[in-house]
């Protein structure tokens, strides 16, 4: 029933917003699923920094279900997504050193909580950035659009 109630709200808030309200901080929430609970994310070029939350409510450990949050260009992210997986889980699943990488968090698992803190400076007003889960197999559903707006 509560799960039914939250899907109505949602929805409500879909059809009359259109896009997520624009912020500077964000609190996320993942699970022992592939799913972010944030399906876009809207921020204003004026944050002078953005500090995503990323929360694993779930049980299963970093090595099984873990998850992260990154930043990168549409464009970018498949092949981002790709050099992460040979980069393994001790380098956060992202390839050192790889400029197209715009932000990335930590990787959690269940019961554990991150922080990631970026400035938007070089992004564009407009651009078309995504921020998705770099952990093998999961950049196809855990992803959604990242807006930078006026
Ligand atoms: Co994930």
């Known amino acids: 029933m509560k799960t039914m109630m939250k899907m109505i709200l949602c929805v409500g808030f879909t059809l009359t917003a259109g896009v997520s ?42 090595n099984v ?4 949050w990154v930043l990168s260009a549409t464009a970018d992210l498949d092949a981002v997504a790709v050099a992460g997986m040979q980069a393994g ?27 990631v803190n970026f400035s938007i400076d070089d992004l564009t007003v407009g651009g078309d950035y995504m921020f998705f889960c770099s952990v093998p ?8 659009v990242f807006v930078v707006q006026q």
Request: proline fraction near 2%; aromatic fraction near 6%.
């Open 21 to 62: 309200q624009a912020a500077c901080n964000f609190d996320v929430e993942v699970g022992d699923y592939l799913k972010f609970s944030a399906a876009d994310m809207t921020v204003e070029k004026s944050c002078e920094s953005i500090t995503v939350n990323l929360t694993h409510s779930g049980s299963l450990p970093a």
């Open 65 to 68: 279900m873990g998850h992260n």
């Open 137 to 144: 197999g999961h950049s196809y559903s855990m992803r959604g």
């Open 89 to 115: 889980l001790d380098a956060k699943y992202v390839q050192p050193g790889d400029s197209r990488v715009l932000a990335v968090s930590a990787v959690v698992g269940g019961g554990e909580t991150t922080s």
